[in-house]
């Protein structure tokens, strides 16, 4: 027997994820919407997935034009998480006044001070009930590596803790130095 609906939802809810916005245009109509249903598929060819609800205003944009941008978010821009998740009136055109747009190899847009931005085009779709998974063949890549993302977890938006600092290897070390050693004295040999 499947899980309840709120049984998946709690599980679901420790997943913590990036938030992103998934972006598609066609003929100058744009449109999109914030999503942490993305998924990283295959390396070579260099795929991914996002989930787009049913109900949504851009999934039948996203199936006309064939191509969609991945927006990764960094962790001041709740503002734009928030109008592409249509927390605001802002439908269609109108959430694109946040934010800079630009477009890369698609030209589906692309956020300019994005944590990451993939330029995809739909390769296949799957139906999931109430949702279309999209899989896009990445055919552009930015990164801002110097910026921290904006992540969703526990039904709140947080930040990521870096654990690589000197002190926290050092720590680690440590740890493992322990583990050994009691591993060497429990063992029978
Ligand atoms: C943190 C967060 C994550 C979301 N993830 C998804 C998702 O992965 N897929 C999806 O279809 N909708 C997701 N949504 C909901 C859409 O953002 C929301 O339904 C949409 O923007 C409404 O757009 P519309 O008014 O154009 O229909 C998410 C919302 C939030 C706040």
């Known amino acids: 027997m499947p899980v309840t609906l709120s049984e998946f939802r ?15 245009a066609i003929a100058g109509e744009r449109g999109g919407l914030t999503a942490t249903a993305v998924i990283s598929l295959t390396a070579e060819p260099p795929q991914l997935g ?37 927390a605001t009136d802002a439908r269609g055109e109108a959430r694109f006044k946040v934010g800079t747009w630009a477009t890369m190899v698609t030209g589906a847009p692309v956020l300019k001070q994005a944590k990451a ?10 139906e999931l009930s109430t949702h279309v998974l999209f899989v896009g063949m ?23 803790v870096r654990k690589e600092s000197r002190e926290f290897a050092q720590q680690l ?17």
């Open 10 to 24: 709690s599980g679901m809810r420790a997943l913590a994820a990036p938030v992103n916005v998934i972006t598609t």
């Open 50 to 86: 996002v989930a787009v609800n049913k109900a949504n205003g851009s999934l039948k944009l996203i199936e006309k034009a064939g191509i969609f941008a991945v927006n990764v978010l960094t962790h001041d821009q709740l503002d734009i998480g928030n109008v592409f998740a249509g």
């Open 117 to 126: 931005n993939f330029d995809c085009r739909v390769i296949t779709c799957f």
């Open 138 to 160: 990445i055919e552009a890549v930015r990164v801002n590596a110097a910026a921290d993302p904006l992540l969703y977890a526990d039904g709140c938006y947080g930040g990521f």
């Open 173 to 189: 070390a440590l740890q493992a130095l322990e583990l050994n050693t009691a591993a060497v004295f429990d063992s029978p040999w």
